[in-house]
T-cell receptor
Framework: RKEVEQDPGPFNVPEGATVAFNCTYSNSASQSFFWYRQDCRKEPKLLMSVYSSGNEDGRFTAQLNRASQYISLLIRDSKLSDSATYLCVVNNPMAGGYNKLIFGAGTRLAVHP | EAGVTQFPSHSVIEKGQTVTLRCDPISGHDNLYWYRRVMGKEIKFLLHFVKESKQDESGMPNNRFLAERTGGTYSTLKVQPAELEDSGVYFC???????????FGPGTRLTVT
C-alpha cells in the first residue's frame, strides 16, 4: 500500500465548477499536511498547509481528519489557471529530527472554457 | 530573493557514464533535500542535509548515488555509473527550519540512454 494515496485523475471540469480532491495517508505519526501544486514540467509549489481545524484561502479549502487519516482539497469557482496537478503531501517525522516529505502521485485537474 | 537553483536543467547521458547534478539552495537555508520523480511515479525523497551533514539518506537507491554538501552551501548529487532506471527528474528543495516550508528548485531532467 502506498503511504499517500490520491484520487486518480484527470478531473475535467468547466470554468466555475467546484471540484474536490481526496487523499489518505497511512502513517498515523504524520504531523504536517500540505497540498502542493505542480504545473507541467515545473517544480512543486506549496498551495496550502492543512490544519486540523480546516483552513481556507480564497477559493481553496483544505480539511484534515486525523482519525480517518484523510485530507481533502476543495476548489470553488474553478479558473482556467487552476489547471495543474495537485499533490497531497504529508511529513514522515522520525526520531532525531528527521522530517521528510511523502508525496502522493498527484491528481490532474483540467479546467476548460 | 533568489530561489533554489539547479544545474543543469537537462542532461542526456549514456548508460555507464557519470553525471553530477548541482543544487544551490536559498541563501541561509540550512536544510537541503533531494527528491526524485521517475516517470509515472510519485516524487520520492532521497536525502536530507542539515548544513554539511547528512541527516537522513534513507531514500538513496544504492551506492551509485553520492551526495555532498561541502561547506554547507550548494550540494551535488553524483550518479556513477548511471543506469537506465536512473532516468527521471531530480528536484532539490531547501528550508530555513526543519519544520518550515520546503522550496523546490526547477529540477534536473536526467535521461539515461
Amino acid at each position: 500500500r502506498k503511504e499517500v494515496e490520491q484520487d486518480p485523475g484527470p478531473f475535467n471540469v468547466p470554468e466555475g465548477a467546484t471540484v474536490a480532491f481526496n487523499c489518505t495517508y497511512s502513517n498515523s505519526a504524520s504531523q504536517s499536511f500540505f497540498w502542493y501544486r505542480q504545473d507541467c514540467r515545473k517544480e512543486p509549489k506549496l498551495l496550502m498547509s492543512v490544519y486540523s481545524s480546516g483552513n481556507e484561502d480564497g477559493r481553496f479549502t483544505a480539511q484534515l481528519n486525523r482519525a480517518s487519516q484523510y485530507i481533502s482539497l476543495l476548489i470553488r469557482d474553478s479558473k482556467l489557471s487552476d489547471s495543474a496537478t495537485y499533490l497531497c503531501v504529508v511529513n514522515n517525522p522520525m526520531a532525531g529530527g528527521y522530517n521528510k516529505l511523502i508525496f502522493g502521485a498527484g491528481t490532474r485537474l483540467a479546467v476548460h472554457p | 530573493e533568489a530561489g533554489v537553483t539547479q544545474f543543469p536543467s537537462h542532461s542526456v547521458i549514456e548508460k555507464g557514464q557519470t553525471v553530477t547534478l548541482r543544487c544551490d539552495p536559498i541563501s541561509g537555508h540550512d536544510n537541503l533535500y533531494w527528491y526524485r520523480r521517475v516517470m509515472g511515479k510519485e516524487i520520492k525523497f532521497l536525502l536530507h542535509f542539515v548544513k554539511e551533514s547528512k541527516q537522513d539518506e534513507s531514500g538513496m537507491p544504492n551506492n551509485r548515488f553520492l551526495a555532498e554538501r561541502t561547506g554547507g552551501t550548494y550540494s551535488t548529487l553524483k550518479v556513477q555509473p548511471a543506469e537506465l532506471e536512473d532516468s527521471g527528474v531530480y528536484f532539490c528543495a531547501s528550508s530555513q527550519d526543519l519544520w518550515g516550508e520546503q522550496y523546490f528548485g526547477p529540477g534536473t531532467r536526467l535521461t539515461v540512454t
